[in-house]
C-alpha cells in the first residue's frame, strides 16, 4: 500500500493519567491502545537471540541479520538516533500491526481529525483490533462520513518506547525495509505536532538519501534501483488520484442538491476506475495498486493518499547548501521545525520555487554536483 505509511506516527499510548478525565468512549479507546501497545512490549524477543539460535528460521535469522547491517549503517553513516530501537523482534502473528480509521464528509475531502496527547492531531484514529476499528468505522457512518478502515504494517512511538521490528514488515524486499527503517528514525530527529506534510517529506528524504548512500557504501546498485522504480511508479498513480481529488473538490463547491451531487460523485469515481484500469495496460507498476483500486471507493479512502512528498526537493536544496554533511541539515530542519506552520511551509516553498521545475516534478536525490 503506498499511503505511507510504511510508517504512521502512533500516539503516546503510555498517557495512562489523561484517562481518567475522559468520557466513556475515549477511556475505552485509550484502553485498547494502551493494551495492544502493552502487549507488542511483552513479545519481544532479542535479535541476538534469534539469530544466535540455529534453531530459528534461516530466512528469518537472514533477514534479521540484514536490518541489523541497515541500523548499523543508520547509526553511523546517517547519524540517526537509533538508541535501543530494532534490536528487538515481534511475531504478531497478524497481518498489519494497527488498522486505523479515516473520515470524511459526504461533500468534502476535509478529514476528520482526532487530537491527542503531546503529539497533536491527526487524521486518522489507531486500533490494534480490526474489529475495534470496523466497529468505530460503522459508528462513524451512521453519522453521513464517508469512512475507510485500513491496515498499516509498521508504526513509530516517536521515542517513549524502543520499538521492534515487526513480522509485519520484515519479509519485505531489502530495498523497502531499509527505506522503512531510515524513514521511522527520521521522525525520531524531528516531530512537529500538527504539521504531517513536514514530517513525512523529512522522513521521506531521509529515507531516500539513505538509500542513496548505503547504495554506494555497499556497492549494490541492485536495492536502489529497485526503490527509484517503485517510487516512480507510487508518484505516477498518486498524481493520478490526486487529479479526480481535485474534480470532487469542485464538484462539492457546486450549488447541486446533495441527490445529484451523489449521482456525480459515483460517475468521477467511476471515471478514475475506468482511467485506472486504461492506464494498468501501459504504466509498469500500476498493477501493484490493483486490489486498492477495485475495492469500494469514497472520500475517506481518497483523501488519505496525501502529497507526504510536497517539500522533498526543498530538503534536497537544504542537503545540498550544507555541502551534504548531515548534521548541520537536521540542524536546519530542527530550526524550521521550531518555527510556526504557515512560515514553515513559506520557507520551504520559496526555496522550492527557486528550483528548476525537473527537479519539482522528478525524483532528483541529493548529489554535491547538482
Known amino acids: 500500500m503506498f499511503v505511507q505509511p510504511k510508517k504512521i506516527l502512533v500516539v503516546f499510548w503510555g498517557l495512562f493519567f489523561s484517562v481518567a478525565f475522559s468520557g466513556c468512549q475515549t477511556v475505552k479507546y485509550y484502553s485498547q491502545a494502551i493494551s495492544g501497545q502493552h502487549r507488542i512490549l511483552q513479545s519481544r524477543q532479542p535479535i541476538s537471540k534469534i539469530t544466535a539460535d540455529p534453531n530459528s528460521s534461516e530466512i528469518l535469522r537472514q533477514r534479521l541479520t540484514f536490518i541489523m547491517d541497515v541500523r548499523a549503517f543508520a547509526e553511523d553513516e546517517l547519524q540517526l538516533p537509533v538508541a535501543n530501537n530494532y534490536l528487538t523482534y515481534v511475531d504478531l502473528k497478524r497481518p498489519y500491526a494497527a488498522w486505523n480509521v479515516t473520515a470524511t464528509p459526504e461533500f ?55 520499538d521492534p521490528v515487526l513480522s509485519t514488515f520484515i519479509h519485505r524486499s531489502k530495498a523497502s525495509s531499509a527505506a522503512l527503517l531510515f524513514h521511522e528514525l527520521a521522525h525520531q530527529v524531528l516531530y512537529t505536532p500538527d504539521d504531517t506534510t513536514f514530517n513525512e517529506s523529512f522522513a521521506t528524504f531521509v529515507e531516500q538519501e539513505g538509500l542513496r548512500r548505503w547504495q554506494k557504501a555497499s556497492d549494490n546498485s541492485a536495492i536502489y534501483s529497485e526503490y527509484l522504480n517503485n517510487y516512480r511508479h507510487q508518484q505516477q498513480f498518486v498524481r493520478l488520484v490526486l ?17 445529484q451531487k451523489r449521482i456525480e460523485k459515483a460517475s468521477i469515481f467511476d471515471d478514475l476506475r475506468n482511467e485506472f484500469n486504461h492506464l494498468k495496460t501501459k504504466q509498469i507498476g500500476f498493477a501493484a495498486y490493483g486490489d486498492w483500486m477495485n ?8 483523501s488519505g493518499v496525501v502529497a507526504y512528498h ?30 510556526k506552520k504557515d512560515e514553515r511551509h513559506r520557507i520551504l516553498k520559496d526555496v522550492m520555487q527557486k528550483m528548476p521545475q525537473t527537479a519539482m516534478t522528478e525524483f532528483h536525490p541529493f548529489q554535491l554536483d547538482r
Not at 487529479?243 to 441527490?259: F, H, N, S, W
Not at 542537503?319 to 548531515?326: E, F, I, S
Not at 537536521?330 to 518555527?339: G, H, I, S, V
Open 108 to 162: 468534502s475531502m476535509v478529514p476528520k481529525t482526532w487530537c491527542y496527547p503531546f503529539v497533536g492531531c491527526a487524521a486518522y484514529r489507531g486500533y490494534f483490533s480490526e474489529a475495534d476499528a470496523l466497529r468505530y468505522a460503522d459508528s462513524l457512518k451512521n453519522q453521513s462520513y464517508d469512512v475507510h478502515v485500513g491496515g498499516i504494517t509498521a508504526y513509530s512511538t516517536l521515542g517513549w518506547f524502543d
Open 243 to 259: 487529479e479526480y481529488r481535485q474534480k470532487l473538490e469542485l464538484l462539492y463547491q457546486t450549488d447541486l442538491v446533495p441527490a
Open 295 to 302: 475495492r469500494p471507493l469514497n472520500n475517506a479512502k481518497i
Open 310 to 339: 510536497d517539500f522533498v526537493p526543498a530538503f534536497s536544496k537544504i542537503l545540498a547548501g550544507k555541502d551534504g554533511n548531515l548534521a548541520p541539515f537536521y540542524e536546519a530542519c530542527r530550526q524550521l521545525a521550531q518555527k
